[in-house]
Antibody, heavy 116, light 107 residues
Framework: EMQLVESGGGLVQPGGTLRLSCAAS????????MSWVRQAPGKGLEWVAT????????YYVDSVKGRFTISRDNAKNSLYLQMNSLRAEDTAVYYC?????????WGKGTTVTVSS | DIQMTQSPSSVSASVGDRVTITCRAS??????LAWYQQKPGKAPELLIY???SLQSGVPSRFSASGSGTDFTLTISSLQPEDFATYYC?????????FGQGTNVEIK
């Protein structure tokens, strides 16, 4: 069974840092683009970042450029999102998703709350 | 950026009804248009990819079509498990963008 499991969310103060992880199983992780999508409380879906299979290409939504870094370790079947200089507006459930275009495999999400 | 606008934002319907949701893009899209269903407290699920291709395991009462800037998702006969929020998403270009969502409610 294909599975994505996120971890690393929590409560952090404005300006703080968090590193989200996503453990993939049930498919050949290194053969897929991977992405992060978030959803603020009571709001719609927002794409955050995407990384190519080999990590050579990375794309970000403007609001996180320079603050967030997407990365992957294909040997560990893992995707990461390093989040620096966090803001209140980054508060959301963060989903790890398989693919770079349409997303057929989703994790259950990890909650990030940025608040003092 | 390509802006995606869905209509209606909310629709009340009964079991057995035909429901159509539209999605308009601010610029023309080639083939990379997807539709998702999300139930409260759950991750979204992919229903349709590449404008009209049904994701494996999705019931055939879901269908989609469109081209250019105008796209539609149709539920031919609404079932109790279909009450949810639906999102369109373009994957033609970065940044990937979603519509604001359409909430399908019980009438």
């Amino acid at each position: 069974e294909m599975q994505l499991v996120e971890s690393g969310g929590g409560l952090v103060q404005p300006g703080g840092t968090l590193r989200l992880s996503c453990a993939a199983s049930g498919f050949t992780f290194g053969s897929y683009w991977m992405s992060w999508v978030r959803q603020a409380p009571g709001k719609g879906l927002e794409w955050v970042a995407t990384i190519k299979e080999d990590g050579s290409e990375k794309y970000y939504v403007d609001s996180v450029k320079g603050r967030f870094t997407i990365s992957r370790d294909n040997a560990k079947n893992s995707l990461y999102l390093q989040m620096n200089s966090l803001r209140a507006e980054d508060t959301a459930v963060y989903y790890c998703v398989r693919g770079g275009r349409s997303w057929g495999v989703w994790g259950k999400g990890t909650t990030v709350t940025v608040s003092s | 950026d390509i802006q995606m606008t869905q209509s209606p934002s909310s629709v009340s319907a009964s079991v057995g009804d035909r429901v159509t949701i539209t999605c308009r893009a601010s610029q023309g899209i080639t083939t990379w248009l997807a539709w998702y269903q999300q139930k409260p407290g759950k991750a979204p699920e992919l229903l349709i990819y590449a404008v009209s291709s049904l994701q494996s395991g999705v019931p055939s009462r879901f269908s989609a079509s469109g081209s250019g800037t105008d796209f539609t998702l149709t539920i031919s006969s609404l079932q109790p498990e279909d009450f949810a929020t639906y999102y369109c998403q373009q994957a033609d270009r970065f940044p990937r963008t979603f519509g604001q969502g359409t909430n399908v409610e019980i009438k």
